[in-house]
């Protein structure tokens, strides 16, 4: 290998998870880095004092023009759209902060952000770049990349979860979710849903699924009792935290993520959508 194909598999896990947090697809966040391979493969080693940074802002940049062709893409998608979910390596879940940049819950925060806004937020506050190299990754002054990291750290902070559930506690919610859906036991659901949560699901259009949100404790344990007679669940690490895939007749169906908090289930976001599936078949690794 030489020095450029080295330098970009160094750090290849790192340039994925830009893309993917910035984007919250995985098929993009490849392209991405295909769009990134090509463009280092041409430059001249010779004139780049830190590699890293380097393709961290030829990253950033490629994955900023292709979120705004995801925008337009969204405003025609069909029913609630949800970030692809990422099978993850059991090590995310250490790096507490990694963890929660990428849940379903945090990139769902990250959707509310304008794309610069979002480019900032990821490069600053999850991967600690400092605002030199921000500026030139998103071509903005640093005093101008100083005010958007804090309108993106305000915006955030009133949005976010508020407070960090541990592994264990959300393992333990989990569980007990599990067992009421799989019992069917309506006042087993109740315990554990909060009485406002929300339950999001996106199929594109591609299979049968809710179109507007379900809120409530009751509308939402309603849908979940019917899924005990054709489904089967089975635990697993998406996107850094626990979650459920959901088969029928042994296909994977749906993959069911979680937003906790106080010990009960505020969020629950099931991806049906085939087109999003692709990476719960390997193990995604992620890291900063």
Not at 70 to 86: A, I, N
Not at 240 to 262: K, Q, Y
Not at 265 to 281: C, F, Q, W
């Amino acid at each position: 290998m030489g020095p450029a194909t080295e330098a970009f598999l160094a750090h290849r896990n790192l340039l994925f998870t830009v893309a993917y947090e910035m984007l919250g697809s995985a098929a993009d966040a490849e392209d991405v880095l295909q769009e990134t391979w090509l463009l280092w493969s041409g430059v001249d080693l010779a004139v780049v004092r830190d590699r890293r940074a380097y393709l961290v802002r030829i990253t950033t940049r490629q994955a900023l023009k292709r979120l705004r062709t995801l925008g337009r893409r969204k405003e025609s998608y069909v029913g609630p759209w949800l970030p692809e979910p990422l099978l993850t390596t059991p090590d995310v879940a250490e790096d507490v902060e990694l963890a929660d940049s990428v849940s379903t819950a945090m990139l769902l925060v990250l959707e509310t952000l304008t794309p610069t806004e979002r480019a900032v937020f990821v490069l600053r506050e999850v991967f600690d770049l400092d605002y030199d190299e921000i500026a030139d990754a998103v071509g903005k002054s640093r005093p101008t990349v100083r005010q958007i990291a804090h309108r993106a750290r305000t915006h955030v902070a009133a949005r976010r979860p508020r407070e960090v559930v541990s592994p264990a506690e959300a393992q333990g919610v989990l569980k007990a979710f599990q067992r009421a859906v799989e019992t069917g036991e309506l006042q087993r659901l109740l315990d554990v849903l909060a009485p406002d949560v929300v339950l999001l699901a996106d199929s594109g259009g591609l299979k049968r699924a809710a179109a507007t949100p379900i809120v409530g404790a009751g509308e939402v344990a309603l849908v979940l009792g019917r899924i005990s007679a054709v489904a089967t669940l089975h635990p697993a690490q998406v996107n850094g935290h626990p979650a459920l895939i959901v088969r029928i007749d042994g296909e994977l169906d749906a993959v069911l993520t979680m937003r906790f908090e106080a010990g009960l289930i505020t969020g629950l976001y099931a991806v049906r959508n085939p087109e999003k599936l692709s990476h719960m078949d390997r193990e995604t690794t992620v890291s900063r």
